[in-house]
């Protein structure tokens, strides 16, 4: 037994938990049939995420990004919310040589402010709202082409298809995160909320 925990030349690194202050800058929700969201002042929670919202439910279907399940194969939805930052949006759209990127062009339901690298926190992440509402982050958000053809198509590049095509590598680990609900209630725009960053490992290679 011993052995499993023996010194090694590039050991774990264990970073704290710890707390950060963001803002909620804009909301957003998508029609029951579109992914592409429109500003709100406000966003009701329930379990199942935002009601009405494209992508609310307690199950989703399994697609491209669970090559583990056959397509459509029925699982919890850890995607219930999108969660995005202006200064990485801004990112993605100067390596895309664009004036700009809404946030609701790639389907997000919050823009959020003052956190730092926000596609970076790790999962477990938890926001709390002054209100409330609590969300636990799951992932960060893989950057699809799907996204990238209607960054295009409203930005009004000349070829959809090269827009689509670019977005997922200038997007990668700057599309924000996707989110549940862990205890419901109302979100308001300018609302304050407290981040709880989990204890994190990492490998020193």
Not at 56 to 75: D, F, K, N, V
Not at 98 to 111: F, H, R, S
Request: glycine content about 10%; some cysteine; aromatic content about 8%.
């Amino acid at each position: 037994m011993a052995d499993l925990f023996a010194e090694t030349e590039n050991p774990v690194e264990t970073l704290p938990a710890r707390k950060l202050a963001a803002k909620v800058a804009a909301l957003y929700v998508a029609p029951f049939d579109h992914f592409e969201t429109r500003p709100v002042e406000e966003l009701r929670l329930g379990f199942d995420g935002i009601d009405g919202d494209f992508h609310a439910g307690a199950t989703r279907r399994s697609g491209g990004r669970e090559p583990w399940y056959p397509r459509g194969t029925e699982m919890r939805n850890e995607r219930q919310l999108s969660i995005v930052a202006a200064d990485e949006l801004a990112i993605v759209a100067e390596r895309m040589s664009l004036k700009e990127i809404k946030p609701e062009w790639i389907g997000a339901n919050l823009l959020i402010e003052g956190v730092q690298q926000l596609s970076m926190l790790p999962s477990g992440t938890l926001l709390f709202f002054k209100g409330g509402v609590t969300i636990k982050v799951d992932a960060q958000n893989g950057p699809c082409r799907i996204a990238g053809r209607s960054v295009a198509e409203h930005a009004g590049t000349a070829d959809h298809e090269a827009g689509a095509l670019a977005f997922p590598k200038a997007a990668k680990r700057l599309r924000g995160l996707v989110a549940w609900v862990e205890k419901p209630g109302t979100i308001v725009a300018g609302e304050e909320i407290s981040v709880r960053v989990p204890e994190q490992w990492i490998y020193r290679a």
